[in-house]
């Protein structure tokens, strides 16, 4: 059934995917362990929340749409008791907002319940799914994370582990994966390792999460990542290992790093911060811009810019300033209003901006709708200049695998020139990061990483997992995240 | 996941099931009349609501807990846009009220989407749901419903018309059924025909219906009732009717007379409002009193007792009122009030009674635990004597066919007899309809009904459907309805 | 600020007014008492629902739009502490419904807090309004109550009793009114004593309530009514009475015994289901028919119907069958049901009355716009004949003592004739209860009552209290009730 | 009556106290235009919104709690049309959290209606209102905003420029005010011009604001600040301004400077975010220390730390990073998580400060909970050294115009010396930004300005407005506000 979901407003981002954490902990409240774990990782998904809980018996759980905050009150929580639980926060979309659709998927089958979280998406869901359906599968959401439900529920005669197994075989694509049963958890990251997926300790509790923040939040100590193909088994005797499945090469997700993870996160060994620091550093080695000061457009913009000044010695300041309150509204500003809708989110310090070329970093451009109206902006409170520096390639091609890019058509660097683009947002000058650069700001923060370990499909097309003719957001709702 | 359902005043009755409607309308607003046929349906089920509606590619739905009013506004209505909609009213209980296990059940299978509206009880579901899940089959709700979707997409490669038959040849106990595609939608009644299902005619449209009330209210005409083991099939050409199966017997729930159905239906030919009328004059032949008024306990008592003052010539009066606005609260009585709740529901009017030797007339009783509260009211409102008689017999025996009886040890008939009753509930005699009155008011009604027409199991154990060894409401959960 | 009020059917009915209700009780939970005091006088009220409890030191309150149970949940009356309460329920309308507008009014003044609930309506508060504001007044609501709050106030230097009495010198027109302190509670009736108001008593606490099925409800006895011009002091000391202000008539509301009470309250010592009968009655002697059945309209017909029957010999039978959850709702019912909007509410049994000659009995005409709808529905349900009685007189005027009748041109019999509005109504016939023979009905009841107790003036224009020029509901809000 | 208010997560700061908006603009949607400025106000108050919408012929208005995306949805924006408006945000507390509370305050008086939206609070308003209801007048609520409608009405009878000058002469203490007619707007200033208020242009429309930044958020230009002691009036004839009262000093509270106002608003001529960065360059002056960074807690520490960057050399980098979701919950942490509550707001980017002499600054410290909390997550972080740095003096004394700064024992500055404090918080140095240092940060700012320009008293004592004995929070409500 379909809920009300209320909307941002509107930001040229691409769309964050979804966050699971998983806990097993007997003695501790592992619901409220999930609660806080999804607060920390709400920048993944903001369309609905929801936590599930075994306590050995049976599984129990609570969806809602909204943010985790919307969607749970402490009543809620405190009817979910048990010692582990998976929590799920989903990406945000207007079109098919369903509480139906929330995770984890919860379900019986022949030996018991399953609760099931997953960030990613698969590539083969569609084919999967009509041979499940041929054999008499039922589905009840439009997510791709039933079709894994299924296949599960399908080798249900093997143990678990060995239907993980089986089960990776079979789909192709990205995916973060945690699955609960009544009794225990495991967690799995698909051969590429595409999402991140790590792993912390709490006393004697393991968490899971797809970053290390929400181990920080809970006052967790990281203990590793996990591996691409690996699968993680947590119940009463300790965490193993298994090594399910490997790939020749891994295929990273470098956006996690430009924009979608948090910045106090530490992923694949590297912290997301310092890179963008990084990438602010190797962009004022590429662009070089005569200037007064250099900005960030909040917040994601903020760490390249910092770099920018440290690598070029421009000074940085604040030109840009957030409120601290935007969230989600209904109001539709007036007709006079709705084209400097961007004021709404952002404001220019005037004093800090006034009569200086100013150098306005920010992390990447989709449609190219927002940038204009704050390079108007900073022109109306009295800048002389306004360079903007991007500090990503040019997205030039849609992502399958978990990220809602628009599609192709709707890319501004897929259709127009960087002069093109300059011009529709009337800055003085527009350049943006080069994927070599992009890769060397990564190396320097991790010498054993390459070329090949990222996926960077939507800068160059080069798709290091196979994808089906025809395959677009609407054919297949992504990943049920 | 689990929703907050307020809940009724507590009330001596059996639990009502479950309602379904079903329209199949081009050119009209079938979700919206769907909506008020429910509405004339809610006394079969007011835990939850939901309406789905197909428009040739797809099937949109919406459900929400508490009353039809309150699950839907207009803004939901709006958005279901179709030719042909299935609704469905479930009933409450406290136990396990989850939105999850509202109806209609929508799913997707290899032939495209199904909704599926049951009201009804399988008594061999647990069986049937163990040897699916051997095949991989996973469930999202404890519903037998959930049972039938199963089978008919394990029977998709037939036409829907044979998935149906197959179906219904697997299944066990009571079910009048609506299944809706895309496109058209189907309706059967199981070879016993314990649950009422009549079809309806609005201009061009068909109306599918738990109860001919539901017809009228939408001013449609009522054209004949659904067959036992019949399948009625509604599409653009037309009803066509497939006699899928036949029973050696029909074994229509006698209850649906007593106390469940609308006094405005008509089931399977009578009427109930002229039956309870017959109770109460064959109730008068059986115990005749000598009184000064008799009385009904609103409002489903009045039809007998009026029908007890016509056959005995003592003056029919409105001794109890009740509160019109009595509906769902969470607010606990204070201790003091506790032992006279009923008085929040009824009241006497002390100048009708005070004085007076009166018979109170009550179509049934189940714990006992109102009937005392009543009798006292009475005597303190000033009543010289109570009578209290029963239209129908003690209720001895537990029901599999869809009625949440109480277990065995709670139906205080099973456990007392008809003079500790009395005692219990201080009346100065109590009587019951007998077994053979109660059949002999319902030949009065029709000539062509019997002994072996109807269900009276809840009196006398003699179940007409096999019950498999164990089977409770809590093995399973009652039929999603 | 406007809050959302969901709307009842339309029905052709008088606006109720309003409930109140106040409970001395140190010790008990009054708050609670009043909760369910409030439930049982629902009737009276359905727009928004308040209590208030002192509790020596303070007055603290909880409001809210919708019924009681809406209103109200667990929690707030959890947090409303103290020994006295006084709650209230408001009428509905569209026009208006403010949160600011329910009651009972708490303000503060120069001797502390005061909580006052009003049923009634002051027919000189625009000229006392004026008067206040020019003296610096300030008011926050429309309601007339408002004024009396602000010439309590102005009375301030005197003791409380003296400030009730000069109010009262005051004002003109009705009130029936609560009046709490921190520490106690005061009722008052108008002298002319058109609202009701009684006095019960429940263990050593008082309770004041509009109707004595309130009283009835809480397991409370019955004491006396409030005497018109009457105040009531309740304290540590008990009760007291200060007889304030005498005129020389009476002009109690006979519209409450017709249709605004509840059936099983006695007012100023009548029952009003003793008196509807009684009308009924009286109606057969007027208007005597052939006829095979008499039904009554539910709910408010049925008395009148019984008592038809009693008097003609007649057979009562229930040709009409409400439905029992009817209801708040949003949905506008579809263009062609909308002419039928009454089958939501009401369904004929067509085994009852086909091919019968059928009296309907109603207890009045407002607009007359259901009625025909209900003969249409009787005559295609099969009835040979429909005769329309109305146990009432034909309400030609309009009501300024607190009922929301309607403008003057919206009343049927005030334009037109019998003859026209059977016409309208498609009935065989129509005949209303005259004059005469309401009163008969009356003073059948209580030999002490004679043509001056009652005010008829919506029958015969002969307004008891006087009326300003150009007074209407839309110069000022009546009553806050 | 009570309403639900969530809670922020516990936080070290001072309340943020009001915000008003006006909108005086005939062809404007007046209601959007303030919904959008409320928006821009929103970090002045969370407890509750409210506008209010003048059409000629009346008021309309809305209240509703918590945010103002919360309290306002698109209907009840519609619902306000007019041509000239006035919004109000209000600050949060947990005790006396009241809808009746909320403003802007809406009256009838002698002339029409009337609507207030108040920022600051009086000092002498317990005296002013025991003089008013010694007269007979009523109170609704417990805010001094109150006082002053009742003062206006009493003053009815002159216009209501002279009743402003009046009321003006009546109440001590700060206000910031705005009150709209069904037709015109005014806004006042009180001459200490304690609060921030200012005029500016957009189109033909003008609008009144607490903060330029609601300027800048609707399009509109800023005109100037409202002076001291100055009436405005705007109405069809344009803006007027009247010179009410005059003060001997200015007593602008510098705390908006250092945390409560906007960083990109202009107040007074100075830019908030300029005078932080410059107190950031004083503490640099004052407290030079050998560090590797120097990093601010976000978001209110962050300009300062950029100008003791700027001053010292020290590199400034990013290690605390937000959760840019924080908001309201009602949920509590577990036992274990409580200590570290902290983290759920705030996380350490370890990779930036470890193995670092790490210079921390903070605007302030109020009670000094969470100080200890941060400098601890750095240290595990890895800091090698942490020297906290506050860039304003210590908080001794408690606040009377319109902060909810805590009762005096609870400002940790008041009791415990800096030594004591440093210990407490467990950092390796102390310093606090002296007095002189903080005026020397304004006067470079702004020449024009001296050390009678602000009120400081929170640090000093010295009150520039006279204090009634044991005035504190609890006697009287702050100004509404």
Chains 1, 2, 3, 4 share one sequence.
């Not at 080695?285 to 770099?307: F, H, K, Q, W």
């Not at 989600?328 to 004093?351: D, W």
Request: proline share 3%.
């Amino acid at each position: 059934m379909s809920i009300d979901v209320t909307h941002d407003l509107p930001w040229d981002k691409m769309r964050e995917e979804c966050g699971v954490i998983g806990i097993y902990g007997p003695g501790k409240d592992v619901a409220r362990l999930a609660y806080f774990g999804l607060y920390a990782l709400q920048h993944r998904g903001q369309e609905s929340a929801g936590i599930a809980v075994g306590n050995s018996r049976e599984i129990e759980f609570h969806k809602g749409m909204g943010l985790v905050t919307e969607a749970f009150n402490e009543r809620k929580l405190e009817e979910l008791k048990g010692h582990v639980a998976v929590g799920h926060v989903r990406y945000s979309t207007t079109g098919s907002s369903l509480l139906a659709n929330a995770q984890p998927l919860i379900f019986r089958y022949s030996k018991g319940m399953m609760a099931v979280a997953h960030n990613g998406n698969l590539t083969n869901a569609s084919e999967m799914r009509q041979n499940l359906a041929l054999t008499g599968a039922v589905f009840q959401t439009t997510t791709d994370t039933e079709v894994i439900v299924n296949l599960l529920a399908r080798y249900g005669q093997s143990s678990l582990e060995e239907a993980l197994i089986k089960t990776m075989v079979d789909i192709k694509g990205s995916y973060s994966l945690i699955v609960m049963t009544e009794n225990r958890m495991l967690a799995l990251r698909d051969p590429h390792g595409v999402r991140p997926l790590c792993i912390g300790r709490l006393d004697d509790a393991y968490i899971i999460a797809s970053e290390s923040c929400a181990l920080d939040t809970l006052g967790a100590t990281f203990v590793r990542d996990v591996e691409p193909g690996e699968i993680v088994v947590v119940d009463g005797s300790g965490l193993t290992s298994i090594k399910a499945l490997s790939q020749p090469r891994r295929a990273a997700c470098i956006f996690e790093y430009i924009y979608f993870a948090r910045p106090d996160s530490l992923i694949d060994g590297i912290s997301v911060n310092r890179a963008r620091r990084a990438m602010g550093r190797q962009l004022a080695r590429e662009c070089p811009i005569e200037a007064d000061i250099v900005i960030g457009v909040p917040d994601s913009g903020t760490a390249a810019a910092l770099g920018y000044a440290e690598e070029s010695g421009v000074a940085f300041d604040q030109g840009l300033m957030k409120n601290r309150y935007v969230g989600r509204t209904f109001i539709q500003p007036t007709q006079e209003m709705r084209s400097q809708a961007v004021r709404l989110k952002l404001n220019a310090v005037a004093k800090a901006v006034e009569g200086k070329r100013v150098i306005m970093i920010d992390d990447s451009i989709v449609r190219g709708t927002t940038s204009g109206k704050i390079v108007q902006m900073l022109r109306q409170a009295g800048a002389k200049e306004v360079h903007m520096l991007v500090s990503s390639p040019p997205i030039t091609q849609p992502c399958y695998y978990g990220i809602d890019t628009s599609v192709r058509k709707e890319l501004v660097a897929a259709t127009k020139t960087v002069e093109e683009v300059r011009q529709m947002i009337g800055a003085d000058s527009l350049h943006y990061l080069s994927e070599e650069g992009l890769l060397a700001a990564m190396i320097g923060q991790n010498a054993n990483v390459s070329r090949n370990t990222y996926c960077m499909a939507c800068f160059n097309g080069e798709y290091p997992i196979e994808i089906p003719v025809g395959l677009d957001k609407y054919t297949m709702e992504g990943c049920g995240c």
